[in-house]
């Protein structure tokens, strides 16, 4: 199973960004997918996280009504919607996909994706 993410960039604080992640070789095992991402000094942390049909979806409470996670009509594709983008939220993005029902913060991730760099200027 191979995750590929796709979408970051340099923006402005307030600005939007959207993130894509598109699963291959195997995407038939994967449940649940989901982002996390890591600040520079700080640990990984879970940002968002989404079921296999969509309809679950559970976010950190740092980027709750700011963030939306959604599938794809394919299921094997995520996306997070970034709006009102803050400066603290610069970090690299790293997508995530599972055998499990959904993923939690402290999930043991069964694959990653690359990083994406998300900057965010104040």
């Known amino acids: 199973v191979q995750l590929q993410a796709s979408g970051g960039g340099l923006v402005q604080a307030g600005d939007s960004l959207r993130l894509s992640c598109a699963v291959s070789?195997?995407?038939?095992?994967?449940?649940?997918m989901g982002w996390f991402r890591q600040a520079p000094g700080k640990e990984r942390e879970f940002v968002a996280t989404?079921?296999?049909?969509?309809?679950?979806?559970d976010y950190a409470e740092s980027v709750r009504d700011r963030f939306t996670i959604s599938r794809g009509n394919a299921k094997a594709t995520v996306y997070l919607e970034m709006n009102s983008l803050k400066p603290e939220d610069t970090a690299v993005y790293y997508c995530?996909?599972?055998?499990?029902?959904?993923?939690?913060?402290?999930?043991?991730?069964?694959?990653w994706g690359q990083g994406t760099q998300d900057t965010v200027s104040s």
């Open positions: 995530a996909a599972d055998r499990d029902l959904i993923i939690t913060a402290t999930t043991s991730v069964d694959y």
């Open positions: 070789g195997g995407s038939f095992s994967i449940n649940s």
């Open positions: 989404v079921n296999w049909n969509g309809v679950v979806t």
